[in-house]
């Protein structure tokens, strides 16, 4: 468990690490113009940090030094106009006789891996060794991720060296097996809790929320269940760098109880009366949580903030299903292998709404080539024993949804969207209650449940309409009110 305090982050040294921390064809050099951040200043603040004449206020963490110098040292090797600037290797020629005198140990190893470092425990050395592969620009295998990535989530290593291997491994864009042991070391998926129901969907949805975009998926659960279609949620109360709006925040401005147990998650799902339930990292994996402590001082989504959404926390005898969302290209094609791994009976990936899975009311320019738009979906299903794939896009206007433009809510918050959910689910008509329908319906048509989408919109509408949703939903926050 993660329990150390660390100052900062320092804000001019996240804004240089937002450049240069990124893959080989997206990082932006230090100082070609003076408006950006100037690499012997970020270097004065570093050293200033390390000999202690900054405030706290004002320091750089180790976890930002860790992440600053590895992405340094990896962009030696990429291409000419991701690669160091002239103004980069200057300052730190400049700067050299005072970082070898003053950096710890663990960050002169990250910006030249040729010095040995002793690691101070076991643990530690299982970093060291994983960071050799990853600064040499190689990939690690599945046990060696989750190794390394049992150590960062642990007590022991030095920060410097834990923020350097998440930032490596992002530079360096995690393959399929070390997403899945990011992804394993989170949660062991032996420690799957079966429930007794004939079908489970889980919905992955970004950890960081949302904030420009109605988020409708608890409100989908609630019109799941009265169809029988249990539903399986899972996230955070908040998560930088975005701390947006997140399915944890509605629960609680709704008066529902957030930090159930698996067990009594899973009790609701298998009530009919409920039939979907929520459960927060903080209790299924609290390392993994305690580590968001990393997101906010490398200044980007660690490896592990992408194959999050990919938790299989529950399992039944029937079918299985699952419905991720996603926003950078190369995801959709990992998250559906997870998903047929696991022998699904159906994997879902959407780009939706803000790296969601919600699908936007308007489809706006379709999808060309590699160019995937909003509303894009890709996946497979098990249909009267044949698999079937797809890969399309989601055009809300031939389902009856006409809009020229994406509705934006009056107020994006918790309450709000909570009050936007609830009056939907009363029956008020408008753009919440649309895309409520059209998220339940067309997810339920894909994944094979209900193949033909007029009838699903129908009965999704219907249960919207009959008041039976609202019910489940009140029926969720008062029956997660009586434990304990």
């Known amino acids: 468990m993660i329990t150390e305090v660390h100052p900062g982050p320092n804000a001019e040294v996240l804004e240089a690490q937002s450049r240069v921390c990124t893959g080989p064809h997206q990082s932006r050099p230090l100082g070609l113009r003076s408006a950006d951040p100037q690499p012997g200043r970020i270097l004065d603040l570093i050293l200033g940090s390390v000999r202690g004449e900054l405030p706290d206020t004002l320091r750089v963490s180790s976890i930002q030094m860790g992440a600053f110098f590895v992405a340094m040292a990896l962009r030696r090797r990429f291409p000419p106009r991701t690669r160091w600037s002239c103004a980069e290797t200057g300052a730190f020629e400049r700067y050299r006789s005072s970082l070898c005198r003053d950096l710890p140990a663990e960050v002169l190893f990250l910006l030249d891996p040729s010095r040995k470092l002793d690691p101070q425990n076991e643990q530690e050395a299982v970093l060291i060794s994983a960071l050799g592969k990853v600064l040499a620009g190689e990939h690690l295998s599945y046990g060696e991720t989750r190794r390394m990535c049992g150590v960062i989530l642990g007590r022991y290593g030095r920060a410097a060296l834990k923020g350097a291997a998440l930032i490596g491994q992002r530079m360096n864009r995690e393959t399929y097996d070390e997403a899945r042991g990011y992804l394993d070391a989170a949660f062991d998926p032996s420690e799957a809790v079966e429930l007794n129901v004939g079908s489970l969907t889980h919905f992955g949805e970004p950890y960081d929320g949302s904030k420009r975009y109605f988020r ?212 008020k008509s408008g753009p919440v209650y649309d895309q409520i329908v059209l998220n339940a319906a067309i997810k339920d048509s894909l994944i094979g449940i209900d193949v033909d989408p007029s009838s699903a919109i129908e009965r999704a509408r219907d249960a919207i309409d009959s008041g039976r949703a609202l019910t489940h939903l009140k029926a969720y926050v008062e029956a997660s009110n009586g434990f304990a």
């Open 216 to 427: 409708p998926t608890l409100f989908v659960a609630a019109v799941r269940a009265v169809l029988g279609r249990p539903t399986v949620l899972h996230g955070v109360d908040g998560m930088p760098p975005k701390w947006g709006v997140t399915d944890e925040q509605i629960l609680k401005a709704l008066g529902a109880k957030v930090d159930l147990t698996l067990e009594q998650a899973g009790g609701l799902i298998e009530n009919p009366l409920v039939g979907f339930a929520y459960v927060s990292q903080r209790v299924f994996s609290p390392d993994a949580y305690a580590a968001r402590v990393f997101r906010a001082h490398i200044g980007k989504r660690p490896p592990w903030a992408a194959t999050e959404k990919a938790q299989q926390l529950f399992t039944c005898p029937g079918e299985n299903h699952m419905v991720v969302g996603y926003y950078h290209p190369g995801y959709e094609n990992m998250f559906l292998q997870l998903a047929a791994d696991r022998g699904l009976n159906s994997g879902l990936v959407v780009k939706g709404m803000e790296g969601g899975s919600s699908f936007g009311l308007r489809l706006g320019k379709p999808s060309s080539g590699e160019r995937k738009a909003i509303n894009n979906v890709r996946g497979f299903r098990t249909v009267d024993e044949r698999t079937e794939t797809y890969d399309r896009d989601v055009d809300p206007a031939a389902a009856g949804f006409r809009y020229d433009s994406q509705p934006r809510p009056e107020s994006v918050g918790a309450d709000a969207f909570a009050r936007a959910g609830c009056a939907a689910l009363s029956g």
